[in-house]
């Protein structure tokens, strides 16, 4: 399978600064293309991963080099052997162990081969910084808008090249970091042909090395079988050498390895010892998934304080999932005190970043004239913002703004659609409203078979208003063959979901044994219950029970007072 999905991967990663030393001209800025500014042999390397490798590039020809033995087979500076993972071809095609080439520049012995005395070429690190100034200078060009990767102009297409030749040459010496920058853009085809099996390849050697990056972009590969077979074993062997070098995204990763018993043995609490390293380095996504298991109570205490404390470090990083996090927090007060303002500060951060959710809780707060000044106006625009993105929820609260004029013109026609596209999305709600748009011809041509249809679907997601909606229409046969059965069948659900109206059809049912047999004392009970919550035609029956002693002990007494309760609300 092909590595489809690694730039998902890519993207986890953190931001990294460069180490700087001669290469001081990068800066954070300069590094945002996810490959590294600074040549890297040991697992000291940083680096950032981003989107620089969405855009697959035209076929470049690669620079081919001779790669020439020594006869002897010997390196003639060390005299030992010499081996395919360890040796520099020089451009005069004399061949030396790479360290010992390394050694003559370190320590200033004279810069030329010792076997033909033709000067040696540039280092391997000043190479990868002159590949990596040529490839930043491509990059800024294409995020200004000046070029496009798939169409670079001849001129930049020939800089690109010699950006990759010299990370091919610098890889080849052993810098871990070209290798392991090689192997992203192999991966998107970028500058030279696309190959997942060369890109892991490189992947792999700079890994070896010790480069927690590259370590941890295995690991991933392994997880999801791209490229390579599938190995929940080889993911955690190579997530775990990252973690333990300290790379956050690799911490999380493992975590998540514990959290679901893949590769090791299930254990929430391991899960959150490795959430807790990358939380305590700043990695936002592990201090939500900490916060997550504080207020599940899931391989820890439970402890909605510790909750709230993750989740404000996540917001304060500018993680819009915490921040709608933190403002339901405030708003029902739960491990901290109720504060309103708070909520909506916090909502409001999140919903100028995007977040559906939080401009969902926004409308409502604008609705409710909590923390935020009464305005419906202000609800139905957060509403439209989540709406756009796919919120059912939002959808059907703009859809009721619509139908009521409220903050909007009033408009069934766009209620109704705004109410179809939730419901067919799923939304219970958004189905019972469009089922009473058809039973009464808001928006849409009256139509009891539509509505029943709505009815239906929104009842069997357990809606209780849906339910005795549905009732009614099979005891009256609109839209549906009549069906006393049928009809106490749905009223007993939404009865015993507590919907009073349900809860006195399904008495008057039983009093007058319509699709159940009669049941007096049954009766009485259901009308009990919908009367004790105001359901004046409830209380206006029980009264004729007791008056007439049947389910119940006759009482005048008894009789009257509910009487009494049900002329009180305006029923007789």
Same mark, same amino acid.
């Given at each position: 399978m092909a590595i489809v999905l690694l730039q998902k991967a890519v993207l986890l990663l953190p931001s990294?600064?460069?180490?700087?030393?001669?290469?001081?001209?990068?800066?954070?800025?300069?590094?945002?293309?996810?490959?590294?500014?600074?040549?890297?042999?040991?697992?000291?390397?940083?680096?950032?991963?981003?989107?620089?490798?969405?855009?697959?590039?035209?076929?470049?020809?690669?620079?081919?080099?001779?790669?020439?033995?020594?006869?002897?087979?010997?390196?003639?500076?060390?005299?030992?052997?010499?081996?395919?993972?360890?040796?520099?071809?020089?451009?005069?095609?004399?061949?030396?162990?790479?360290?010992?080439?390394?050694?003559?520049?370190?320590?200033?012995?004279?810069?030329?081969?010792?076997?033909?005395?033709?000067?040696?070429?540039?280092?391997?690190?000043?190479?990868?910084?002159?590949?990596?100034?040529?490839?930043?200078?491509?990059?800024?060009?294409?995020?200004?808008?000046?070029?496009?990767?798939?169409?670079?102009?001849?001129?930049?297409?020939?800089?690109?090249?010699?950006?990759?030749?010299?990370?091919?040459?610098?890889?080849?010496?052993?810098?871990?970091?070209?290798?392991?920058?090689?192997?992203?853009?192999?991966?998107?085809?970028?500058?030279?042909?696309?190959?997942?099996?060369?890109?892991?390849?490189?992947?792999?050697?700079?890994?070896?090395?010790?480069?927690?990056?590259?370590?941890?972009?295995?690991?991933?590969?392994?997880?999801?079988?791209? *490229? #390579?077979?599938? $190995? =929940? @074993? /080889?993911? &955690?062997?190579?997530? +775990?050498?990252?973690?333990?070098? !300290?790379?956050?995204? %690799?911490?999380?990763?493992?975590?998540?390895?514990?959290?679901?018993?893949? *590769? #090791?043995?299930? $254990? =929430? @609490? /391991?899960? &959150?010892?490795?959430? +807790?390293?990358?939380?305590?380095? !700043?990695?936002?996504? %592990?201090?939500?998934?900490?916060?997550?298991?504080?207020?599940?109570?899931? *391989? #820890?205490?439970? $402890?909605?304080? /510790?909750? &709230?404390?993750?989740?404000?470090?996540?917001?304060?990083? !500018?993680?819009?999932? %915490?921040?709608?996090?933190?403002?339901?927090?405030?708003e029902i007060g739960r491990g901290v005190v109720k504060n309103y303002e708070s909520a909506a500060r916090c909502y409001k951060k999140a919903a100028k970043k995007g977040n559906a959710k939080a401009q969902c809780s926004l409308g409502y707060l604008y609705v409710k004239d909590h923390g935020v000044e009464h305005d419906y106006a202000k609800a139905a625009h957060w509403w439209q913002k989540a709406a756009e993105q796919g919120d059912s929820e939002a959808e059907v609260q703009l859809g009721v703004l619509l139908a009521d004029g409220l903050g909007v013109a009033q408009n069934y026609q766009e209620a109704a659609r705004r109410f179809r596209r939730a419901a067919d999305r799923g939304s219970a709600e958004a189905q019972f409203s469009l089922g009473l748009f058809y039973q009464n011809g808001f928006g849409v041509p009256q139509s009891y078979v539509e509505a029943v249809l709505w009815f239906k679907k929104a009842a069997e997601q357990g809606v209780a208003a849906a339910q005795c909606n549905l009732g009614i229409m099979l005891e009256s046969g609109a839209g549906v063959a009549q069906s006393d059965e049928e009809a106490v069948r749905w009223y007993k659900k939404a009865a015993e979901n507590g919907m009073p109206e349900a809860q006195r059809k399904l008495g008057t049912m039983l009093e007058r044994g319509l699709g159940v047999a009669h049941n007096f004392s049954e009766a009485a009970r259901w009308y009990r219950m919908a009367a004790e919550k105001g359901n004046s035609d409830a209380q206006m029956n029980l009264g004729k029970l007791y008056e007439d002693g049947r389910g119940v002990a006759k009482s005048y007494v008894e009789a009257a007072r509910w009487y009494e309760m049900a002329e009180h609300r305006g029923s007789r």
């Open positions: 990294f600064q460069p180490v700087l030393g001669v290469a001081s001209r990068f800066t954070a800025v300069e590094t945002v293309n996810g490959l590294t500014g600074r040549p890297t042999t040991d697992s000291t390397a940083s680096l950032k991963l981003t989107e620089c490798l969405k855009i697959k590039t035209q076929d470049i020809h690669q620079v081919s080099r001779p790669n020439l033995a020594n006869a002897e087979g010997v390196c003639s500076i060390c005299h030992d052997l010499l081996t395919g993972a360890s040796v520099c071809t020089l451009p005069c095609a004399h061949v030396f162990h790479s360290t010992c080439v390394a050694d003559l520049r370190k320590f200033g012995v004279e810069q030329v081969c010792p076997l033909c005395r033709a000067s040696l070429p540039p280092g391997p690190e000043k190479v990868f910084e002159e590949a990596t100034l040529n490839y930043m200078s491509i990059y800024q060009m294409v995020e200004q808008g000046k070029a496009s990767w798939s169409t670079l102009p001849a001129s930049v297409q020939h800089k690109l090249d010699a950006a990759i030749a010299g990370w091919q040459d610098a890889a080849k010496e052993g810098i871990a970091s070209a290798q392991f920058n090689l192997g992203l853009l192999l991966v998107q085809g970028r500058g030279m042909p696309q190959s997942d099996a060369k890109a892991v390849r490189w992947f792999r050697q700079a890994a070896d090395q010790g480069l927690p990056q590259a370590q941890s972009i295995l690991g991933d590969i392994f997880a999801k079988g791209h *490229g #390579v077979a599938q $190995s =929940d @074993a /080889e993911a &955690v062997r190579w997530r +775990r050498k990252a973690a333990e070098q !300290g790379f956050a995204e %690799a911490q999380c990763t493992l975590a998540l390895h514990f959290l679901n018993g893949r *590769g #090791v043995a299930k $254990s =929430d @609490a /391991e899960a &959150v010892r490795w959430f +807790r390293m990358a939380a305590d380095q !700043g990695n936002d996504e %592990a201090q939500m998934s900490l916060a997550s298991h504080f207020s599940s109570g899931r *391989g #820890v205490a439970q $402890s909605n304080i /510790e909750a &709230v404390r993750w989740w404000k470090r996540a917001a304060d990083q !500018g993680n819009a999932v %915490a921040q709608n996090y933190l403002g339901n927090a405030f």
